[in-house]
């Protein structure tokens, strides 16, 4: 029998680091310069992950260990899909553009692995991750009707959806929602003078309504909903 190789929880891997946490979620970026991987490394959470910058990347799951289950949003075709299959069997790697999604189901099945970052990529490889902490009620809230979904557990709703420029989402009576502004930059109206929200950043909205969220840009923005069935 083969001797396991060394370890560490994901919350101590170096090259993930926590930006934000309360009891119901905790969210780490990940950054790979090009060339870079990370030490092998452990998740025991169900996770969402958001490309914020893209890139090559190959994954290597630890001898002995379960492999990586990965969900993907559902608005990928299926050509995009097949695409990734065959990057996977014949390179080892996959592409992963930016506003890619996708969830890893770890929670029952840990999974032990690590990651690197191509040479060939032209920037560092940006992903946030999303882990989910809290158990499932027995009864769920409703969710939002904003935009369209992309992936769907017993736990949480990811939708997305697109602001043009110039237009405004109006606010909703919803609790417990993550707001990530994928591209573009947003305002989150509330009392006193805005949130301003670029790419990559996000808004924790506890409980009440979903304020209103305006783009005043030329550039149309792209958002992604997370919202917990608490």
Partial sequence: MGVMKAFVDVCDEPLHREVYKNEFLRLYRAMLEPGTGTEF????????????????????????????PTILAKSLSIKSRLSLLIQKVFTGKLYLGRGFVFYMPS?????????????GNDGIMDLLGIEILFTIPEKKRSTSSFGSVELETDAIVVRRFKIKAFQAVEGEKIEKVLIVVVSGKVEIKEVGEPVVLKAGDFYWVDSGIIPKIENHDLEQAEILYVQLKT
């Fill in 41 to 68: 490394h452990r998740h025991s959470k169900d996770t969402i992950y958001l490309v914020l910058r893209g890139g090559m990347v190959s994954s290597e799951k630890m001898e002995g260990t379960a492999s990586c």
């Fill in 107 to 119: 929670k029952k099945k840990p999974v032990i692995h690590k990651a690197k970052a191509s040479n």
